[in-house]
């Protein structure tokens, strides 16, 4: 009896030690194969729907995935070769990890890109504007020249044709006080066509979506003085011949001539109007805008002048571009260093159902006690991660402040043609020189997520620009150590930046204390916030010469 319920059960333990090896091995292929499959997937999706390139990475790989081979899935991968001068060109892009991630996106969604508009209302908006402020601009201005040339073509004197030759004479005669008048036209027309190509005769920096009110108020002007001088010159003129034809009294062209100068004087005035609206109106502080940048809270503040919102939205991003520094929305979450990276949770499981309540609650426990402590010690992780990662950024940027030095000292400018072919032009001595930096400069742009940025072909560019310039090793480096202003990011480098203005008021109303709008491009927004400067009251304290004196007291406990 014991020895076949020995050997029963040494064939249970045989039985089971062989389930439980294939079982294992079972599960070990399906875990590794489903790891492959998973990366590989992983790597395919992520090439298909990462927005940011990795632009200094010089590979590239190609997954296919076919259903051939008894319905499973085959990959092939196809790698091509690194370039041997560009050290590590690996860079992992994540998305962002903050807490208001999920918010950026629904504010994304709920504010549709600008740039996926079509081009050609914008373009409509932009020129349409510009088209019919010329063309009423050049009536205006050749209204004067046309009033004197009309009358020498005869286009107002159809009944004219009874008229004998001396009346003729009389009608078109020009004496001395004439040309005098019409030298004075000629010089106002000259200065009147030079102040409005100075002023007026530029391309148009921004489209705004209300109309501009001081230069439509202008643009009224114009048209209500051409049109009006226009009314009685016709009546004027119609009249004056008439009474010629029939013989009550004759049109001299002087008055014809003095009617023109006035108008060329109104129109001198109405640019004079134009200048102080336009130009000169708000020059002088008023007030002081406040633009904060999310998502990475950057601001700047800066006196503005009287002006609209919606002019104010232009003035604001005309110093977005040139003063801010370039957004990076690789560094929301600073990268951590290998060293630092550790587990921070654990997982139980329960094998054979044993113990399962007492595991699930030491579970519970273990979890809700490990949230505890990283929430009470979140700010001294966020302290330290913040200083080892500056401590990382000085130490790649004093490593890449050497190389470039040491390698600007290999490069000697030729001051002779030597004959025998071995001077090199500056982009072949750029890349003759660029080995001996590449790795600091990778591992610089790395630390600083930087490489989407920068290419090898436009850091070649750079560099031989600065051989031929004979530029110091720190103004090579300045575009890489200096991440301002926004223009210097060849992706912000566009002939059209389309923005979306927001505000609670009319765009069209001058800027008053605590006006408030935003401005909005895909996940950048810029806050301004605006404040009335204060009124100075400066007086004047008048200090008496003679408390100028001064005494000099000694004793024994001074080193004096």
């Not at 729907?49 to 632009?55: F, G, S």
Request: aromatic share 8%; with cysteine; charged share 20%.
């Amino acid at each position: 009896m014991d020895t076949e319920s020995i050997r029963s059960m040494s064939e249970y333990s045989s039985k089971s030690k062989y389930k439980s090896h294939s079982l294992k091995s079972g599960t070990n292929h399906r875990s590794n194969s489903y790891k492959n499959n998973t990366r590989t997937a992983r790597k395919y999706s992520d090439s298909l729907n990462n927005p940011y390139e990795t632009a200094m990475a010089p590979y590239q790989t190609t997954v296919m995935l076919d259903d051939t081979r008894d319905g499973q899935d085959v990959v092939e991968v196809q790698i091509l070769p690194q370039d041997e001068n560009w050290g590590e060109n690996t860079t992992a892009i994540t998305g962002n990890t903050s807490v208001q991630s999920g918010s950026m996106e629904e504010m994304g969604a709920l504010w549709p890109d600008t740039e996926q508009k079509s081009a050609f209302p914008i373009l409509c908006h932009r020129y349409i504007a510009t088209t019919l402020t010329g063309l009423l601009s050049l009536v205006a201005f050749l209204s004067p020249l046309a009033m004197l040339v009309l009358p020498k073509l005869g286009v107002f004197s159809p009944a004219a044709t009874n008229l004998s030759p001396q009346q003729r004479e009389t009608l078109l005669n020009c004496g001395a006080e004439c040309k005098g008048v019409l030298v004075s036209l000629a010089f106002k027309m000259f200065l009147l066509a030079v102040a409005s190509w100075a002023i007026f005769l530029r391309p148009v920096k921004a489209t705004m979506p209300r109309i501009h009110v001081f230069r439509a108020i202008v643009l009224a002007l114009v048209s209500i003085c051409s049109g009006i001088f226009w009314l009685f010159y016709v009546v004027q003129v119609t009249e004056g011949v008439r009474a010629t034809a029939t013989g009550e009294d004759l049109l001299e062209y002087r008055a014809l001539v003095s009617y023109s100068s006035s108008l060329c004087d109104c129109l001198l005035c109405i640019h004079y109007v134009a200048i102080v609206l336009m130009e000169i109106r708000h020059l002088q502080p008023a007030f002081y805008i406040k633009v904060v940048r999310s998502p990475d809270g950057e601001s700047r503040s800066y006196p503005i002048g009287q002006l609209s919102i919606q002019r104010a939205a232009v003035w604001v991003l005309e110093r977005y571009y040139t003063e801010f520094s370039i957004y990076n929305p690789y560094l929301e979450r600073l990268p951590v260093s290998k060293s630092k990276k550790n587990a921070s949770s654990f997982k139980f499981y329960d094998i054979e159902g044993i113990g399962s309540n007492t595991l699930q609650m030491s579970q519970s426990r273990g979890t809700m006690n490990g949230h505890a402590r990283r929430r009470d010690s979140s700010h001294n992780e966020r302290f330290y991660e913040e200083h080892d990662y500056e401590r990382r950024v000085k130490k790649r940027r004093a490593r890449l402040l050497t190389a470039a030095e040491e390698a600007f000292t290999h490069v000697k400018r030729s001051h002779h043609d030597p004959g025998g072919g071995s001077a090199m032009d500056p982009y072949e001595a750029a890349q003759a020189v660029f080995p001996t930096i590449a790795r600091s400069l990778q591992k610089y742009l790395r630390v600083t997520r930087q490489q989407p940025r920068h290419t090898v072909e436009t850091i070649l560019s750079h560099l031989a620009l600065c051989l031929t310039h004979d530029a110091s090793p720190k103004a090579f480096l300045e575009p890489y150590l200096s991440a301002a202003p926004v223009l210097q990011n060849e992706k912000e480098q566009k002939s059209l930046q389309s923005w979306s203005l927001i505000c609670n008021e009319l765009l069209t109303r001058a800027l008053k204390d605590g006006t408030v709008f935003q401005l909005r491009q895909n996940d950048i927004s810029l806050l301004c916030t605006v404040h009335k400067l204060p009124h100075f009251s400066i007086s004047e304290e008048v200090i008496n010469p003679k408390s100028n004196r001064f005494v000099l007291k000694l004793n024994s406990e001074t080193s004096v």
